[in-house]
């Protein structure tokens, strides 16, 4: 067969030397054309026929074969590895062939691959092998790469109270305490990571978005993040008698009066700015009585008190103008 796997075969081909007396006339072969579904041996008819139209006939075996080899190309290719690491090269991914007969059986000489394999290029063979037991190569340059960025599970929202003493939460390292985790399929362990607002972070009441970020060796990244509220005891009265406190007057530029009409035993006033900075300390040792507070040397701003007594903590707001 010819590269288009076809042939034709002509009656001379088979001829071995047929004569008549009185001379011959034709002489025809059947079948005289062939193409792939014929090879391997088939019966061919050779007729005879002389000028006054007797005909004979005979057979005889022709085997078909496929001369053309499989032709094939091979192309680089790049493999992304799975969630667990690995990755299976198929011979599609880096051959093809064209072949005018038959099947052919295709194979590579590396299948496997994993995380070790990033970075050089393999090379990998491309072997063709067609039905009459043509055999062709060729070689490709295989990259493997990892394109998955880390896998982090982050908290469910929370709900916090203030740290002890204070108007303000202090934000954990979350990774540094493994409070949050981060896996990767060839980044084992993970080790670079961030935390948004920073760790130590101090934080006042409210909502904040924190999130993390966890990169890989091969610079994937992924985020996560969740709802923290801050909720303190800040404006809770504890106890009934704490209502009676008030602050006057407020706004104020130098002194505000606590009042305390209900002779509520008083342990301290804290003052902190904003920023969950102590500004002042006053220590009153049980006293029922009101209470002047000089805020001459605090810049206008707004500030917490934080007023320590028998009955529990009142938390009260102040600006100063």
Do not use: W
């Not at 990767?184 to 130590?200: L, Y």
């Not at 006057?248 to 342990?267: D, Q, R």
Request: overall charge negative; proline content about 5%; aromatic content about 6%.
């Amino acid at each position: 067969l010819d590269a288009n796997g076809e042939a034709i075969l002509s009656a001379a081909s088979i001829n071995n030397g047929s004569t008549d007396a009185c001379g011959m006339d034709t002489i025809s072969i059947s079948p005289s054309e062939f193409d792939c579904s014929n090879v391997g041996d088939n019966t061919v008819t050779l007729t005879v026929t002389d000028v006054n139209g007797n005909v004979s006939t005979c057979t005889t075996i022709v085997t078909i074969e496929s001369s053309s080899i499989p032709v094939i190309t091979c192309t680089d290719f790049i493999l992304e590895l799975g969630m667990d690491g690995t990755a299976l090269l198929t011979p599609e991914d880096i051959g093809s062939y064209l072949n005018a007969c038959g099947t052919v059986i295709t194979a590579i000489d590396i299948e496997d691959f994993d995380c070790s394999n990033i970075g050089t290029p393999v090379v990998v063979t491309y072997f063709a092998t067609d039905g009459a037991g043509n055999n062709v190569s060729c070689t490709a340059l295989v990259t493997v790469i990892d394109t998955l960025a880390p896998v982090i599970v982050c908290p469910n929202n929370q709900t916090v109270d203030s740290d002890p003493n204070s108007i303000t939460y202090t934000l954990p390292d979350y990774f540094g305490e493994g409070l949050i985790t981060a896996t990767d399929n060839c980044t084992n362990p993970v080790t670079i990571f961030s935390q948004t607002p920073a760790p130590g972070t101090l934080l006042l009441d409210g909502t904040y978005t924190i999130t993390f970020t966890a990169t890989d060796e091969y610079s994937n990244q992924s985020t996560c993040s969740f709802a923290l509220t801050v909720d303190s005891i800040l404006g809770v009265e504890n106890k009934p008698l704490l209502g009676s406190l008030t602050l006057y007057p407020n706004p104020a530029s130098t002194s505000v009066m606590l009042s305390n009409p209900k002779g509520v035993p008083l342990h301290s006033i804290s003052i902190y700015d904003i920023l969950g900075r102590l500004a002042q300390n006053i220590p009153l040792h049980k006293s029922t009585e009101n209470v002047a507070i000089d805020v001459s040397s605090l810049s206008s701003a707004s500030y917490i008190l934080i007023i320590e007594t028998e009955q529990g903590r009142s938390v009260k707001q102040l600006l100063v103008k």
